[in-house]
Antibody, heavy 115, light 107 residues
């Protein structure tokens, strides 16, 4: 069974950074891309970018370049997303989802940016 | 970026009713369209992929159709667990983009 387990909720101060994780199981991690997505409260879902589990190759939505950095650890089948220079506009639920076509999703993690 | 216009934004409906949600793309997306259901707890589930292929385990009352720029999701006979948010996604071109969502609510 494919599973994507995300890390817990984060409360972070403005200007800080946060690293989110997405631990996978049930499939060959290195054969798939992993996408990350953002959903602000009551808002649409936005695609941030994706990363290939095999070699760490990345592609980003232009809107999130400089904000998000995607990495992987093949040894633990885990994908990570670093979010930097956080502001209130970064307060949202963030999902990981297995790519090509986003078939399996993590449960989402709430990031709250507040002083 | 490809824009997806999803309608209606809110859809009041009754149990047993048939409903249809529309998703129109700003350019052809060659059937590279999925439909997702999001429950109030935030859980997201893929229902339909490649326009019309039903995800394993998804009830057959769900169906998808379309081509070119126009796509739709239909639910043939609403059950209580179907009241949720629905989103379309295009993955034909980067960046992937979503429709704004349809809230299916009990009338």
């Amino acid at each position: 069974e494919v599973q994507l387990q995300q890390s817990g909720a984060e409360l972070v101060k403005p200007g800080a950074s946060v690293k989110l994780s997405c631990k996978t199981s049930g499939y060959t991690f290195s054969n798939y891309y992993m996408s990350w997505l953002k959903q602000m409260p009551g808002q649409n879902i936005e695609w941030i970018g994706n990363i290939y589990g095999g070699n760490g190759g990345t592609g980003y939505n232009q809107k999130f370049k400089g904000k998000a950095t995607l990495t992987v650890d093949k040894s633990s089948s885990t994908a990570y997303m670093d979010l930097s220079s956080l502001t209130s506009e970064d307060s949202a639920v963030y999902f990981c989802a297995r790519s090509g076509s986003l078939d399996y999703w993590g449960q989402g993690v709430m990031v709250t940016v507040s002083s | 970026d490809i824009q997806l216009t999803q309608s209606p934004s809110t859809l009041p409906a009754s149990l047993g009713e048939r409903v249809t949600i529309s998703c129109r793309a700003s350019q052809s997306i060659s059937n590279s369209l999925n439909w997702y259901q999001q429950k109030p707890d935030g859980t997201v589930k893929r229902l339909i992929y490649s326009t019309s292929t039903l995800e394993s385990g998804v009830p057959s009352r769900f169906s998808g159709s379309g081509s070119g720029t126009d796509y739709s999701l239909s639910i043939s006979s609403l059950e209580s667990e179907d009241f949720a948010m629905y989103y379309c996604l295009q993955y034909a071109t980067y960046p992937y983009t979503f429709g704004a969502g349809t809230k299916l609510e009990l009338k």
